[in-house]
Nanobody, 131 residues
Framework: QVQPVASGGGLVQPGGSLRLSCLVR????????IGWFRQAPGKEREGVSC????????????DYGDSVKGRFIISRDVARNMIYLQMNDLKPEDTAVYYC????????????????????WGQGTAVSVSS
């Protein structure tokens, strides 16, 4: 079973940045749709970002939630089995536990709304944005 675990969270002031990391062992990351979702206190899971599989001709398409577009960047390092989420210009409403996720599908497209339906996810990392 694939159990990605996120790390790199912490406390940051509004306007600051964090980079979250996720190590995923046992799979080839560009063969699957991967992404990040978050869950704020008292709220449901929310897809943050996703990146599609690669067909060898592109690096895959990405999608972002409206609230994070222009601020967050998803990436992956296939050789190192790592998924990243660079978060810039953080806002208090970004406060949540963030989870990396892997869907057991091969697709050249992804939709951030589907991230919460991913097959695999594990321990998240808490991000708190506050003065």
């Amino acid at each position: 079973q694939v159990q990605p675990v996120a790390s790199g969270g912490g406390l940051v002031q509004p306007g600051g940045s964090l980079r979250l990391s996720c190590l995923v062992r046992g799979i080839t990351l560009d063969s699957y749709v991967i992404g990040w979702f978050r869950q704020a206190p008292g709220k449901e899971r929310e897809g943050v970002s996703c990146i599609s599989s690669s067909d060898g001709f592109s690096d895959g398409q990405t999608d972002y939630g409206d609230s994070v577009k222009g601020r967050f960047i998803i990436s992956r390092d296939v050789a190192r089995n790592m998924i990243y989420l660079q978060m810039n210009d953080l806002k208090p409403e970004d406060t949540a536990v963030y989870y990396c996720a892997v869907d057991d599908v091969w697709s050249l497209t992804c939709a951030v709304e589907r991230v919460i339906e991913s097959k695999y996810w594990g321990q998240g990392t808490a991000v708190s944005v506050s003065s």
